[in-house]
């Protein structure tokens, strides 16, 4: 049957990936969306799209009765699962098929055999497929499951049969901890499968996750298109992958492949599968489980074969042969890929929502690709898994692949929400990544130099850069607030026969740091002389289409930035710095006007003028009050005098960092 029209049954990148090869094919691609995804990439993307109902997954993209029967009314001949959702639901495969719909993976007879581990093991250990000593039983009783765990030897893993995720998964080093941590696991397992059948297996202490690509069609051909090493974690859930796994001798690699195939060929798959597998240090491997699917990270593999994979399922779908044969098939090079999450490393690695205030990608070229499904402005919403792109990257060997990674992750910027980039760059220039020293283990092997939050010494050398930015968005917003100030009313104007100073305190995290700042602006130029401590830097620069272009001490270097709620990030290669100014002192002398903060302290709305333009006020009275994050901020007089001019008027919003009005000392007015 021929696919002439393709509903893609999900969302985010893999929806965008999965259009951009059926557009490439000529088909024409119908998108489904919730509400909160109403102006999402894959909607603009595909020829249609069709509305699903609220934003939670299971009143949208769960309802696969409605997917069908919205496919049936726009004359769908095929649905592409993606991954997640449905994309390993029997019941929604079966529905497909009922309807006439051809469903883009596996029968539903294959989903069902791989969709109980207990199962998936008993099917494997027919097939002849390595496992990992363990006990598969249907016997429960906590006697039997720890007589299999004290014949194996501990350390022993239990793990929920129908769990996934690392839900239900108890690691056990020795017998007085078997039942404590059996009945937590099986607690855990009632509560997120409803099912607590236990499987428990040997632990093994430095084992590597490899996951082999196959594809079978519907002629009894299969293939396998080699390796990805997995290893590294955060939460039993991938970050970084590679393909082919390093240090994987070419007879391992074709005796992994052919048990996938095997695998395979025990429940008669069809289409895209992975194995996957645990090899141990002595080259040992052993099945772990096999996903019906598309997998996250089949980009890499793409890289290092020159297929495309969705290209594949679609050919398969349609009742052709596999495209190439084993021996058709080439392994060129090595990949990685690195998974961007809106998320905090820093605090359990917590998923961050807000909107994307600033998106600046690698440039894309035929060694780096970024699959994704956002741009600038777009929401990263609660609702759905916080992955914001893959980051690809390919290179004659692993040494070339890593170096292009990292420096990929350099120029990857993004504000508006916490991201892992930071950590992900740490990771993959970590020595033992380097090195290819790989494990499951190996965020918590290396926890302490992975994880490190305060200012570096790296950071406090950006200091100046960053002085330099919040002097000249001072200037900047001054002006784009529609007005043209008095020039003592800009900090860092100039003024005549004097040099003012003016005391800054930055806050990284929870660090702060005192910066002393002379200016030293003239009618035509600015520049600030600068002083961390002991060290002095003079800084001159600008802001050209939302560049900072900055030279400190002769030194020129440009940065992104971005400035949000309040906070001030700056972006190149080096650097990814986020800091605020908190409570900036009045300098050496008070009654000096240029010294005084009038910066929004954050984005917000300006409540009320609390004085009249001209009005004398006195130190410390309130002038202006302003809303941030449902809190009022007022704004005081720093000394005796009055103010020249408001540049918002109550009910504006401001963005954080703007200056909100002009003010002018007492003595001045006097003079």
Known sequence: ???????????????????????????????????????????????????????????????????????????????????????????????????NI???????????????????????????????????????????????????????????????????????????????ALNAAKRESMASFGDDHML????????????????????????????????????????????????????????????????????????????????????SFYFMEMNTR?????????????????????????????????NELTLTGHAFEARIYAEDPDNEFLPSTGTLALLRTPRETDVVRVDTGVVEGDKVSVFYDPMIAKLVVWGENREVALKRLISALGEYYIDGVSTNIEFL?????????????????FVEKHHDSLFNSAASDDTQDKIPAMILLVMLSRKRNACVAGKTPAIWSNAGAWRANSQHRESIALLFGHEEILVEVKHQSSLTTSSWEISIGEKTYIATGAIIEGVLHATVNGYKTTYSFSTNDGQYTLFNKDTHSKFSVISPSLGDDDSNEDNANFSAPMNGTIVAHLVEKDQPVTKGQPILVMEAMKMEHSITAPYDGSVEEFFFQPGELVDGGSTLLAFSSKEAKEA
């Open 425 to 441: 760059k740490r990771v993959a220039g970590h020595p033992a990544f380097i090195s290819a020293e790989l494990t499951t283990t």
């Open 1 to 99: 049957m021929k696919i002439n029209k393709l509903l893609i049954a999900n969302r985010g990148e893999i929806a965008c990936r999965v259009i951009k090869t059926a557009n490439a094919q000529g088909i024409k691609t119908v998108a489904v969306y919730s509400e909160a995804d109403k102006n999402a990439q894959h909607v603009s993307m595909a020829d249609e799209a069709v509305f699903l109902g609220p934003s939670p997954s299971k009143e949208s993209y769960l309802r696969g009765e409605l997917i069908v029967e919205k496919a049936k009314e726009l004359g769908v001949d095929a649905i592409h699962p993606g991954y997640g959702f449905l994309s390993e639901n029997a019941e929604f495969a079966n529905l497909c098929a009922k309807n």
């Open 294 to 326: 598309l997998q996250v990270e089949h980009p890499v593999t793409e890289m290092i074969t020159r297929e495309d994979l969705v290209y594949w399922q679609l050919v398969i779908a349609e009742g052709k042969p596999l495209p190439k044969q084993q």
């Open 102 to 180: 051809i469903f883009v993976g596996p029968p539903a007879s294959a989903i069902e055999a791989m969709g109980s581990k207990s199962a998936a093991k008993h099917i494997m250990e027919k097939a002849g497929v390595p496992l990992v000593p363990g006990y598969h039983g249907d016997e429960q009783s906590e006697a039997v499951l720890k007589s299999a765990a004290d014949d194996m030897g501990y350390p022993v893993l239990l793990k929920a049969a129908a769990g996934g995720g690392g839900k239900g998964m108890r690691q056990v080093w020795n017998e007085n901890e078997f039942s404590q």
């Open 200 to 283: 428990v297996e040997k632990y093994l202490t430095r084992p590597r996750h490899v996951e082999i690509q196959v594809f079978c069609d519907t002629h009894g051909n299969g293939v396998y298109l080699y390796e990805r090493d997995c290893s590294v974690q955060r939460r039993h859930q991938k970050i970084i992958e590679e393909a082919p796994a390093p240090n994987m001798s070419s007879s391992i690699r074709e005796k992994m492949g052919e048990a996938a195939i095997l695998a395979a060929k025990a429940i008669n798959y069809v289409g895209a599968g992975t194995v996957e597998f645990l090899l141990d240090e002595d080259e």
